[in-house]
């Protein structure tokens, strides 16, 4: 007779596979550091921010991101605008090239994990894990 998980320790085994996973697919060749990566993703999938709102969603001290975000500019994946109603502040815009560089580590990193899944699952756990992404999605 089957029992059912303990919510409790299938989050902590979900959690740290998830972990697992991230930093799996982090180890893949990448162009730019995790911060950088971290940031101009933030700003390609949400829009304009300011360096203050990059380092109040990264959870990073603003000097931090301050040095993100120069490496970003310097390197041309983002650019900077004044603010249209706070002279004092700049808000910071994704690049076509800043576009492009985050999409070619993220097709890197889906080729990576689409090679692992090809090898290592047989047709019917593929249908199962395409199942357990959309169980996910719901408690997210």
């Known amino acids: 007779m089957s029992t059912d998980p303990d919510p409790l320790q299938l989050a902590a085994e979900l959690r740290s596979t998830i972990g697992e996973l991230v930093r799996h697919l982090r180890d893949v060749e990448s162009t730019m550091p995790q911060p950088q990566s971290a940031a101009l993703g933030l700003l390609v999938r949400e829009g304009p921010h300011t360096t203050a709102e990059l380092a109040d969603r990264q959870r990073v001290r603003h000097q931090s991101m301050a040095r993100t975000v120069a490496q970003l500019r310097e390197a041309g994946l983002i650019r900077q605008e004044a603010h249209p109603t706070d002279g004092r502040k700049v808000v910071l815009h994704a690049t076509e090239a800043g576009v492009a560089a985050l999409q070619e580590q993220r097709r890197r990193r889906e080729d990576r994990m689409a090679a692992a899944i ?23």
């Open 118 to 140: 090809e090898r290592e699952l047989s047709p019917q756990e593929r249908r199962r894990l395409g199942d357990a992404v959309a169980l996910l999605r719901r408690i997210v």
